[in-house]
């Protein structure tokens, strides 16, 4: 793994773990695809520094459990303008 791939990962985890931003928004963040920014932290993460992959894994796994939640509120949200 090169140099600026570690680099970009941890910057990545840094990034998730102070602000608690969703894969969209860090993949907008860095200019890079949510399947990049997925894989840095679901798989390069993990041989970097396992004690921070531990960290951003809990805030993924938040993410999963509430995407029903924030999809039921965008498709509101969607519906209440529509009317408008």
């Known amino acids: ?15 998730i773990i102070e602000t608690k931003k969703t894969i969209r928004e860090i993949a907008a963040a860095f200019y890079v695809s949510k399947s990049t920014v997925h894989k840095d932290l679901s798989n390069r993460l993990l041989e970097i520094d396992k004690s921070l992959y531990d960290e951003v894994k809990k805030i993924l796994k938040y993410h999963t459990n509430i995407r029903h939640i924030r999809g039921g509120e965008s498709t509101k949200n969607k519906y209440l303008n529509l009317q408008k």
Do not use: D, Q
Request: hydrophobic share 40%.
């Open 1 to 15: 793994m090169g140099e600026n791939i570690i680099y970009r990962v941890l910057e990545e985890a840094h990034y």
